[in-house]
């Protein structure tokens, strides 16, 4: 069974500051790591991660996979107020029927405080 | 990328009622997926809709529960059957990395 757990669960910082999640997994034919910032109902994708040590960047969040390690870390520099979500992880494995639907962590609740 | 549409957006239903979900893709795509999010909890995949054949489901998820058609390459519909309020959650529909905008599910 694939598993994904992510740390911490909860993190409080203050604006500006800079923040790293955790994101480990066990999953049978990796196909992929995604990475998710979920505010309201719906998951807005941020990343995903197909291969180990290339970092995968946009603004001010970033991220990057190790394949040998079996985790990935999101980064978050110079937070704001409004980087105060649920962070998801997720990896995607395949079958013989194709690609398999999405495994998700726990999660990851940040607050940003001004 | 695609483009998700659901609906409804949110409800409050009896208990022992059903509601249908729906999601429909601007593109036509092989494979769909419908999770749940129950409160608290992350996303739990409920099953995979591939458009021809029957849904294939989680363990934990049946089909006399949530019926789910896949007529087309673009469109999907989870039923969520006789309900009880533990069946409030979020529901989702993906396609790809893409989430619908979620169906926030009520049971009174």
């Known amino acids: 069974e694939d598993k994904v757990v992510q740390s911490p669960l909860s993190l409080v910082v203050h604006e500006g500051d800079t923040v790293t999640l955790n994101c480990s997994y066990e999953?049978?034919?990796?196909?992929?790591l995604l990475w998710y910032k979920q505010e309201k109902k719906a998951p807005t994708f941020l990343f995903m991660l197909?291969?180990?040590?290339i970092e995968k960047k946009s603004g001010r969040l970033s991220s990057i996979l190790d394949k040998k390690e079996l985790s990935s870390i999101l980064n978050i520099t110079a937070t704001q107020t409004g980087d105060s979500a649920i962070y998801l992880c997720?990896?995607?494995?395949?079958?013989?029927?194709?690609?398999?639907?999405?495994?998700f962590g726990k999660g990851t609740h940040l607050i940003i405080q001004p | 990328s695609a483009v998700i549409s659901q609906k409804p957006s949110r409800d409050i239903c009896q208990r022992g009622t059903s509601l249908t979900i729906q999601c429909q893709v601007d593109?036509?795509?092989?494979?769909m997926f419908w999770y749940r999010q129950q409160p608290g909890q992350s996303l739990t995949l409920i099953a995979t809709?591939?458009?021809?054949?029957?849904?294939?489901?989680e363990s934990g998820f049946v089909i006399d529960k949530f019926p789910i058609s896949r007529p087309n390459l673009t469109f999907s519909t989870l039923t969520v059957s006789n309900m009880s309020p533990e069946d409030s959650s979020i529901y989702l529909c993906?396609?790809?990395?893409?989430f619908g905008s979620g169906t926030r599910l009520t049971v009174v």
């Open positions: 993906s396609v790809y990395e893409i």
């Open positions: 999953v049978t034919n990796f196909r992929s």
């Open positions: 197909t291969s180990s040590g």
């Open positions: 997720a990896v995607e494995g395949y079958s013989g029927g194709g690609a398999d639907g999405l495994t």
């Open positions: 593109s036509q795509v092989t494979m």
């Open positions: 809709a591939n458009q021809g054949s029957e849904a294939t489901y």
